[in-house]
């Protein structure tokens, strides 16, 4: 069975940090590329993070540039999200998604997608 599932998700002060997996199945992790969406209340989904398959490329939205850092284990097909000094602001249903292809910002390009994770930052 193809599948991504996220977990990690919770409530976090402001602050605060938390790392999100993203664990596939059913196809071979090792040629695709691992995005990560989030979509807050309200807002259309936004991507904030690829990593290339090979590793070697990764790219950030500006909104997280410096608070984000994403990885993968392809041994375990595991791809990870740690998120550092959260604010409110990042309050939101984090996806993840796999591409057969590089890294883009279209989500439409994805072939492969997780139903999400919450993050909450609040105190």
């Known amino acids: 069975q193809l599948e991504l599932v996220e977990s990690g998700g919770g409530l976090v002060q402001p602050g605060g940090s938390l790392r999100l997996s993203c664990e596939a199945s059913g196809f071979a992790f090792g040629v695709y590329s691992i995005h990560w969406f989030r979509q807050a209340p309200g807002k259309e989904r936004e991507g904030v993070s690829c990593?290339?398959?090979?590793?070697?490329?990764?790219t950030y939205a500006e909104s997280v540039k410096g608070r984000l850092a994403i990885s993968r284990d392809d041994a375990r097909n595991t791809a990870l999200l740690q998120l550092f000094s959260l604010k409110p602001e990042d309050t939101a249903i984090y996806y993840c998604?796999?591409?057969?292809?590089?890294?883009?910002?279209?989500?439409?390009?994805?072939?492969?997608w997780g139903k999400g994770t919450q993050v909450t930052v609040s105190s």
């Open positions: 998604a796999a591409r057969a292809g590089g890294c883009t910002t279209n989500e439409g390009g994805m072939h492969y």
């Open positions: 990593i290339s398959n090979s590793g070697a490329r990764t």
